[in-house]
């Protein structure tokens, strides 16, 4: 798999917990940079409301619960992709 995923959450957010953890067991081999909107204004300005925020290549995925259905479907994207 090369999308590269990103997890946007902030400190003392149970939904950020919540998150990582059906990432962790969803697509447990799967390597997510985590980054802190409270860190940098402009993230925090445009993400705050919506953390935690799951993004594949920048886009978003999804936001406040994991969508498997449309990360499955980015991660089928790009195995089919890859495999051309």
Same mark, same amino acid.
């Given at each position: 798999? /090369?999308? !590269? #995923?990103? &997890?946007?959450? %902030?400190?003392? @957010? *149970?939904? @950020?917990?919540?998150?990582?953890?059906?990432?962790?067991? *969803? =697509? $447990?081999?799967? +390597?997510?940079?985590?980054?802190?909107?409270? +860190?940098?204004?402009?993230?925090?300005? !445009?993400?705050?409301?919506?953390? $935690?925020?799951? &993004?594949?290549?920048? %886009?978003? =995925? @999804? *936001?406040?619960?994991?969508?498997?259905?449309? #990360?499955?479907?980015? #991660?089928? %994207? /790009?195995?089919?992709?890859? /495999? #051309?």
């Amino acid at each position: 798999m /090369s999308v !590269r #995923l990103t &997890l946007l959450v %902030r400190a003392y @957010c *149970h939904l @950020c917990d919540d998150m990582r953890m059906a990432l962790a067991e *969803h =697509v $447990p081999d799967v +390597a997510v940079l985590e980054i802190d909107v409270d +860190a940098d204004a402009a993230l925090e300005a !445009r993400w705050g409301a919506w953390v $935690p925020v799951l &993004l594949a290549e920048g %886009r978003e =995925v @999804c *936001h406040y619960r994991l969508d498997t259905r449309a #990360l499955d479907a980015i #991660l089928a %994207r /790009s195995a089919g992709a890859n /495999s #051309l």
